[in-house]
Every structure is written in C-alpha cells, then in structure tokens.
C-alpha cells in the first residue's frame, strides 16, 4: 500500500539556524499539507499546497517558514531561523483530488524537531 | 470558522467492553468529519470519514462513527475493544476550504 514518507525521522538543531524538512507525498496525489504536533497538545494545520502554489495557510505559518515542491516527487518545509517554539512533530500529509470533496489526507510518521 | 471538540481527555474501558470516543463539531456547511489514531511514536492514522450518506459510517480495525447532525456530534464506537486499541484518537472536521482541525485528542487505554 502506498504511503507518505519523512525525512528525517529526529532532527536536531540550535535556534536561529534553518532547518528544511522533507517529504514523499503518495504519488497520484495532488493536494499536500503540513501539520505540527507540539509534544502532549493537539495537530495543528500549518499550510495546503496544490498546483505548485500555497492554498491556505494557518496563521502559524509566518514568513520564518516556506513550502517547496521542488521536484515532481518531494515537498519540503522549510523554517528558515527556528525558535524555541518549533520543537515539534511535524506531519506532512498528502490526498487525492476526488469530486465532491471527499478527499481522505494520508500521514507520514512525522518529524520530530528540536531546537535547543 | 470550524472547530472540533474532544470532551474526555481520557477513556478506559476493559477488553471485550463496547468503547466510544466522543466528538462534536461546528462547522458552516456540510461538514467532512474524520478520525485518526496515533500509536505510540507513530504518524496519524486515517480510521474512517463521514461525508455524506448513511449516518453509520464503518472503518478499520473494526470501529465506527455515527453523525448526528442534530447533535452534532460524531462519536467513534467499537463493540468490543482490544488491548491493542490503546492509543490516542483524533476527530476532524474538514469545510470546503479544504484544512483539516483537530480536537485535542482523546487518550484510549483497554485494560486486559
């Protein structure tokens, strides 16, 4: 069965420096997202992403962070001068374009961030 | 704006008991209403969605959800629960803006 991949699993890193996060969307999907998952709180949606431009972006998604589709396979997160506040979970999800909005988002299993 | 509530952070049943995992939504228009469950160090796992049709929508591993739209409620049953259904789950509402938002999830732990 097809599946959304991360990469990497765990990353590390000292706050002001840039860290870029990467996923494998499944392949016939056209929409894209990005979540994060701060440890014992709930998910929350960060940015969609279809037809090489941003869709929506929750109000999280400051001008620190930026979306990437660089290639036909990889969609990239990238937050370009992390904070304390970033360590979390990030998820990337991806979803088929189905008539009538039934649309069902895939997760991957996350990437763990720490900023020290 | 949609939003998706949790009540109980956490249920306990024994194994073998039905289970139910409540959620209830607010949303402006037809509501899309899904359930995810997270493992233990592992991603979200789609369980089941609700879109249009039957109330009783069935899903993996042996759970269920039914709408009330009345109530807006959407609350994940399963008639007998496993040890292994421990983890934490959570319900989803989706508008035609096409983001997804989460309730604070719910944590289930079946007792042997």
């Known amino acids: 069965e097809p599946e959304v991949t991360q990469t990497p699993s765990h990353q590390v890193t000292q706050m002001g420096q840039e860290v870029i996060l990467r996923c494998v969307p499944i392949?016939?999907?056209?929409?894209f997202y990005w979540y994060r998952q701060i440890l014992g709180q709930k998910v929350e949606f960060l940015v969609s992403f279809y037809n090489n431009e941003i869709s929506e972006k929750s109000e999280i998604f400051d001008d620190q962070f930026s979306v990437e589709r660089p290639d036909g396979s990889n969609f990239t997160l990238k937050i370009r001068s992390t904070k304390l506040e970033d360590s979390a979970m990030y998820f990337c999800?991806?979803?088929?374009?189905?008539?009538?909005?039934?649309?069902?988002?895939?997760f991957g299993p996350g990437t763990r961030l720490l900023v020290l | 704006a949609q939003s998706v509530a949790q009540p109980e952070d956490q249920v306990n049943v024994a194994e073998g008991n039905p289970l139910t995992v409540k959620c209830t939504y607010s949303?402006?228009?037809?509501?899309?209403l899904f359930w995810y469950v997270q493992y233990p160090n592992r991603g979200l796992q789609f369980l089941l969605k609700?879109?249009?049709?039957?109330?009783l929508v069935k899903g993996s591993y042996g759970f269920e959800a039914e709408f009330n739209k009345s109530q807006t409620s959407f609350h994940l049953k399963k008639p007998s629960a496993l040890v292994s259904d421990s983890a934490l789950y959570f319900c989803a509402v989706r508008d035609m803006d096409n983001d997804m938002r989460f309730g604070a999830g719910t944590r289930l732990t079946v007792k042997p």
């Open positions: 392949s016939n999907h056209l929409y």
């Open positions: 999800a991806s979803s088929e374009l189905l008539a009538g909005g039934e649309e069902t988002q895939y």
């Open positions: 949303v402006s228009g037809n509501p899309y």
């Open positions: 609700y879109i249009t049709g039957d109330n």
